[in-house]
């Protein structure tokens, strides 16, 4: 595997390595790599000729200078499992090299209010820092392919928006979350539960599920509410259980003539914010 921390550098490398000729997978992350991450480099390797991830921490999506101080950094046990897994390529970047003074890199485009809702309620100026920097990712690396999670659902529809809006030439792939056994969503914050709380955390998973049995005999408004009240145990503390159009992230008015339905929700477990999402009603 080829690590490179200098734009130029891997820069240098994708021109004599491709010249034009090689469909190349990117998987972005900011590190504490798991299952979920190393699923999107598997699938990445599976229809590429190069895959390339990053390991980023980027500064621009925290809300607050502690959770940035917070997020776990293990980068030697991150090489060693994007080794074993086969990743050709891996940028590790300094913040200097995503965001060099010298250099406009932010991203003004209208949202269309796919920003403001769940996450961006919550986290005014998230994804703002989020298009800005995968931008300029794909800016560096001109993959073929951009590979994201399912769990970070909100995320993914604003990069599909962004690549639409600005007619980007790279094909978003959306691959399934990756789960533990209880149904909580594999995450680098995992790190920062306890034994318990991940035992007790699977009731995410049992309420997103329970949404979708119920989907056709419940009003929108019924579903959320109960499960606000579910997700409500000791220690636990849900901002938001959201049924939205999962072309809009608008909230479901009508289930019938929506054809694509997806629970979206954040629950704080401790000090520990966990998201997770299911895909209730599937356009498809």
């Known amino acids: 595997m080829f690590i490179f921390k200098k734009t130029e550098d891997l820069r240098n490398f994708l021109q004599q390595k491709n010249n034009g000729t090689r469909d190349i997978g990117f998987v972005p992350t900011m590190g504490a790599l798991h299952e979920g991450h190393l699923s999107l480099i598997r699938m990445s390797k599976s229809s590429n000729s190069l895959c390339i991830c990053s390991i980023f921490v ?3 999506q925290f809300n607050q200078a502690a959770d940035l101080q917070k997020y776990p950094r293990t980068t030697s046990k991150d090489i060693a499992l ?35 809702v769940m996450e961006g309620e919550f986290r005014p100026g998230h994804f ?30 604003i990069i599909k928006h962004m690549i639409r809006t600005l007619d980007l ?3 978003l792939v959306m691959a399934p979350t ?12 995992n790190e920062r539960l306890t034994a318990e709380q991940k035992e007790q955390a699977g009731i995410i998973y049992k309420t997103l599920s329970a949404a979708g049995d119920v989907l056709l ?12 009240k579910t997700l409500s145990i000791p220690g636990f503390k849900p901002e938001y259980f959201d049924i939205v159009d999962g072309n809009t992230l608008q909230p479901v008015k009508d289930v019938l003539n ?9 629950v704080w477990a401790g000090d520990v914010r ?7 009603k599937d356009e498809g």
């Open 82 to 116: 994007l080794a074993k897994v086969g990743c050709d390529v891996l940028f590790l970047p300094h913040e200097s090299e995503i965001y060099p003074s010298d250099l406009d890199t932010k991203v003004e485009i209208a949202m269309n209010g796919l920003d403001t």
């Open 128 to 157: 703002a820092g989020v298009i800005q920097v995968v931008k300029r990712l794909l800016d560096i690396t001109s993959p073929s392919h951009l590979y994201m999670g399912q769990k970070d659902f909100q995320q993914f529809s």
């Open 178 to 189: 990756v789960r533990a056994e209880n149904g909580l969503a594999k995450s680098s914050r």
């Open 58 to 60: 980027n500064p621009t």
């Open 274 to 280: 966990l998201i997770d999402n299911m895909i209730l």
């Open 217 to 228: 005999r419940k009003s929108v408004d019924t579903i959320e509410a109960d499960a606000i």
């Open 258 to 266: 929506t054809d694509w339905i997806v629970a979206c929700t954040a």
């Open 169 to 171: 030439p790279v094909n």
